[in-house]
């Protein structure tokens, strides 16, 4: 997910079948306030379009929160930036090639 952490873009990785705790999400960013970023500016900020956006290679870094959870599981699955494209990892590449930080984001 693409939020805007005090207006500044970040990423928020959480498994598929939770909801994103924005207050926690906030808090593991170090600001005051996150919210899910407007779809309009999703294609604008990442270059990707609705459905396919990963910070796998996005235009600009954009800092990255894991759910902790992902540890859990020896594979994860994220966007590989088109529709229908999935890219497996171990989450700890996940965490290593993305400098994610790890927190309890999602409810």
């Known amino acids: 997910?693409?939020?805007?952490?005090?207006?500044?873009?970040?990423?928020?990785?959480?498994?598929?079948?939770?909801?994103?705790?924005?207050?926690?999400?906030?808090?593991?960013l170090h600001v005051r306030r996150a919210e899910l970023a407007p779809l309009r500016r999703v294609h604008e900020l990442t270059g990707y379009e609705r459905g396919s956006v990963t910070p796998l290679a996005v235009r600009k870094p954009y800092p990255v929160v894991i759910d902790e959870t992902a540890a859990l599981w020896p594979v994860i699955g994220i966007s590989g930036g088109a529709p229908g494209c999935e890219v497996l990892l171990a989450p700890d590449d996940l965490i290593r090639l993305l400098a994610a930080r790890p927190a309890d984001i999602a409810r």
């Open 1 to 28: 997910l693409l939020v805007l952490a005090d207006d500044a873009p970040a990423f928020a990785l959480i498994p598929a079948p939770t909801v994103l705790d924005l207050r926690q999400c906030a808090a593991a």
